[in-house]
């Protein structure tokens, strides 16, 4: 990978209430031809789901809450999969009593209000690929991000 990424261009948006955020957020990436990215939200959900990978089963364990939801923090990035804009981003969830849950983004956020920034970058292009070595999940190529 060459260091030389720069940031072209920043997107900020508001997204559409009553939508799934992961659709939302990969329309807009797709929509904008974002091919290498940073992303950044705040806002709530009417309804929420966060997963972790269970390594030893290599799958997704999904925890959907049928519950207003504050977003804490939204943080992901942006890359290529299967050659398009694929968004992988993790999610702090809070829910009324103020306990905090997180993970990784999954299907299911449906949006109150979102507010997102993502930073559009050139310079570099980062491929996932299914990595047997990481339970079969589909990550950038050490030899492509700088990892010895």
């Given at each position: 990978m060459t260091d030389k990424v720069t940031v072209e261009r920043v997107i900020i948006r508001r997204?559409?209430?009553g939508k799934d955020l992961l659709d939302e957020l990969t329309r807009l990436v797709r929509a904008e031809d974002v091919r290498l990215g940073?992303?950044?939200g705040i806002g709530a959900l009417t309804k929420g789901a966060v997963g972790i990978f269970d390594q030893a089963k290599g799958e997704y364990v999904t925890r959907r809450f049928d519950e207003e939801m504050e977003i804490c923090a939204l943080a992901g990035n942006v890359s290529l999969k299967d050659g398009q804009p694929f968004v992988h981003a993790h999610l702090t969830?809070?829910?009324k009593k103020l306990v905090a849950y997180g993970g990784h983004m999954m299907p299911g956020n449906i949006i109150f209000v979102a507010e997102v920034t993502i930073w559009a970058l050139g310079?570099?292009?980062l491929v996932r690929a299914a990595d047997a070595a990481c339970?079969?999940?589909a990550v950038w190529a050490?030899?492509?991000v700088g990892v010895e």
């Open positions: 997204l559409a209430p940073a992303l950044a969830l809070a829910d310079g570099a292009t339970g079969g999940l050490l030899e492509n």
